[in-house]
């Protein structure tokens, strides 16, 4: 019942910006917490930004922080990611995720807690 489609990867050069969407149904946005992922080739998928309303706050790790920002649009079920500044080591498949809201966006980001329902990714290339 829960659905979510990843929307907006593509081709970008280094220090262009791209808008990744997530276009979801079967949940309430605003109960939830949302998080973006990525995952590079040979590496591990790590958690970028996430929001919870289980403590109303947001988190980006550093190396994007300044950079990307998470937001969500309750009334359209979208959770979008903005990504300005890209930049080479950017490139990888990012994922969108949902929970039903239980810890922090700290806790949903750095996988103390897992979340529930998954995209199936999009890609994003940042290269010259």
């Known amino acids: 019942q829960v659905q979510l489609v990843e929307s907006g990867g593509g081709l970008v050069q280094p220090g262009g910006s791209l808008r990744l969407s997530c276009t979801t149904s079967?949940?309430?946005?605003?109960?939830?917490?949302v998080g973006w992922f990525r995952q590079a080739p040979g590496k591990e998928r790590e958690g970028i930004s996430c929001?919870?309303?289980?403590?109303?706050?947001?988190y980006h790790i550093d190396s994007v922080k300044g950079r990307f920002t998470i937001s969500k649009d309750d009334a359209k079920n979208i959770i979008y990611l903005q990504m300005n500044n890209l930049k080479p080591e950017d490139t990888a498949v990012y994922y969108c995720a949902s929970d039903r809201a239980t810890a922090s966006a700290f806790g949903y980001c750095s996988g103390s807690v897992l979340f529930s329902n998954w995209g199936q990714g999009t890609q994003v290339t940042v290269s010259s």
């Open positions: 929001l919870s309303s289980w403590d109303g706050r947001t």
């Open positions: 079967g949940f309430t946005l605003g109960n939830a917490a």
